[in-house]
């Protein structure tokens, strides 16, 4: 293992060989089941992908294994492994949580557990400026519980402009990291990190600088940036905006003029590409609130809707449950 490790080493910094367009296409599917969280659903595009390869494929096929066994099974361990082997350092992490050394006997040829194996891989890069593998360093010293180490290499993440790190870190400052002498203060801070990542196009960056800006009071700017993670795909944010159409008095970020047709005709296509019991039961029990040509201006706008083909998704973090 430890000789796959050096040659990974030497391969990380080069993108991801490119795949055939078909396989692209399945890989592209199989993500975006991922991000509703349709784990049987994915498992068969990925592979596609994964047989070409494709290293982020097996790690996603690992993880929705993970989470469908409840743990690490030896299915999920074997995509793992077959991830680890090309150098991706959260596959490693995994491993090691799920104790695939001291538990398993599946242990990196060289390291003593594969956390070490993952920091082997990922400090020079992240020592050498790499904003992704700063994240990853993030999340290898919290496998050390190294608080302090994880905390710097997230702010130098960061700072070197990694959107998910920005994202990561304003959510952090809300939970109260740092010391801030006012509320008013830790919203600015917040607020500063979300708007980073968010003008970057990351789109949990921007689910997040609305929140801030409402908490703020700011409704106006808090809505802009609602329908924009919204229009990006977002599915909650989807999910939101859709509701305030229909009902304005929902939340004071609302827009003041109410639109049920529109708002009708957003929940209707969230409802066909996600499942989510709660919008169900909301659209059995308010579906005679809209007049039968209101049902009919709302199913044009459906229409629209479809033609965009959002990927809509709840953006899970790469290393989240």
């Known amino acids: 293992m430890q000789r796959l490790l050096s040659i990974a080493l030497m391969l ?22 991922w991000g509703i969280s349709e784990w049987i659903e994915m498992q068969p595009y990925l592979e596609q992908a994964a047989d070409a390869g494709d290293v982020e494929a097996m790690y996603y096929l690992g993880e929705a294994t993970r989470l469908l ?34 538990a398993g006997n599946r242990c990196p040829d060289g390291f003593e557990d594969w956390h070490h194996a993952a920091l082997n891989i990922t400090q020079p890069l992240a020592e050498a400026g790499d904003p992704d593998a700063m994240l990853a360093m993030f999340h290898i010293y919290r496998m050390f519980e190294e608080s302090r180490r994880a905390s710097d290499w997230l702010e130098r993440a ?18 109260g990291r740092g010391w801030y002498l006012t509320n008013g203060r830790r ?3 917040a607020e500063s990190w979300f708007r980073k990542g968010a003008e970057q196009g990351h789109v949990p960056a921007m689910s997040g ?37 229909f009902d304005a008095e929902i939340e004071e970020r609302c827009p003041p003029e109410e639109n049920p047709v529109k708002g009708w005709a957003m929940l209707s296509i969230l409802a066909e590409k996600i499942d989510n019991s709660l919008l169900d039961s909301f659209m059995k029990e308010n579906e005679n609130s809209l007049t039968l040509e209101q049902h009919h201006e709302a199913q044009v706008l459906v229409e629209v809707w479809r033609e965009k083909e959002l990927p809509f998704s709840k953006y899970p973090p790469r290393f989240g449950y």
Request: some cysteine; charged content about 20%.
């Open 209 to 245: 600088l609305a929140r801030v800006l409402n908490e703020k009071k700011d409704y106006s700017s808090s809505w802009d940036w609602l329908v924009k993670a919204a229009e990006a795909g977002h599915a909650d944010r989807f999910l939101s905006v859709g509701w305030c159409y």
């Open 158 to 175: 960061a700072e070197a402009g990694q959107p998910e790190a920005q994202t990561i870190l304003g959510n952090q400052i809300l939970d």
């Open 12 to 33: 990380l910094p080069i993108s991801t060989w490119a795949l055939e367009p078909e396989v692209q296409a399945a890989k592209e599917e199989g993500l975006r089941l």
């Open 187 to 189: 919203l600015s801070a």
């Open 69 to 102: 066994d409840r743990g690490l099974s030896q299915r999920a361990m074997a995509w793992y492994l077959q991830a680890a082997e090309q150098g991706d350092p959260y596959a490693m992490l995994r491993l090691f949580q799920g104790g695939a050394c001291t």
